[in-house]
């Protein structure tokens, strides 16, 4: 009985141990193409951390994993940053519609996170994703989108949850339909390069035929009770529904729109944009830290 108690201390010692001294990794691989990969930044903890998922901005036609995790580690979590395919990327794959393509990637990913959670010291449920513009409208599909989880796959990582505890965003698109975003905004132009189309009337003119797409990658049209708490930041001018903003792309007005659809079935909302004062939360990166730490 002492020998095996001993051996218990020994290993419970070396996981502690192992767990303080993971390093950092970057590209690592969780598809084959050259832009799956993705950097992990640990914290130091002698139990599983949080998990900040970062997915960057660029319209998914640019842009770069490259970020600063200190904020976040200083503080006890985790961060990863991702990489994925562009839609030239898809175009070039003929994957239908373009914007598929790092939609999927980024589930992916986010799978596999949850597969080495063991491995890196993760909480795999305590994920929250975060991201600006592109990233943004990617992490809100992420966190309204039903589970892709497939738990009769023969790949592992196809059965781990894309399912995240939080979302902060900054910028983000919540539609992809231009029915709705030329009501919001009339100068609305974004999106039509999400399903292979040239510019938005090109989208509005084919609206019937792609409506299937925009239904399935529209992040609001995903809203459910279910959902995970969210938080909303715009910058720019103070937004006013139905007014021309100098940039309609990233205006708080889609914020007040997806807020008024959270709150209809009553899920946790912050949304911060010019114009309030004092917010509680100043950025996404106070939001996350809190809510991940509670």
Known sequence: MKQFLTLFVVLILAQQTFAAELKQLTNVPYGEHPRQVLDFYPAKSDTPTPVVFYIHGGGWRGGDKRTNPKAFNDKGISVVAINYRYVQ?????????????????????????RSKAAEWNLDKERIGATGGSAGACSSLWLAFHDDLADPKSDDPIARESTRLYCAAVNGAQVSLDPKEL???????RYGAHAFGLPNIQSLVDNRENVLKWIKEYSPIEHVSKDDPQIALFYGGEVPVVGAS??????????????????????????????????????NSQEYLIDRLLK
């Open 89 to 113: 990327n898809a175009v070039e794959e003929k994957v239908m519609p373009p914007v598929k393509a790092p939609l999927g990637d980024a589930a992916r990913a986010l799978q596999f996170v």
């Open 245 to 282: 903003p100098k940039d309609p792309t990233h205006s708080g007005i889609m914020g007040i729109k997806l807020a008024e659809r959270l709150k209809s079935v009553d899920v946790d909302v912050v949304l911060v944009h010019p114009g309030q004062k004092n917010p509680k939360y100043k």
């Open 182 to 188: 030329l009501v919001w905004m009339p100068n609305y």
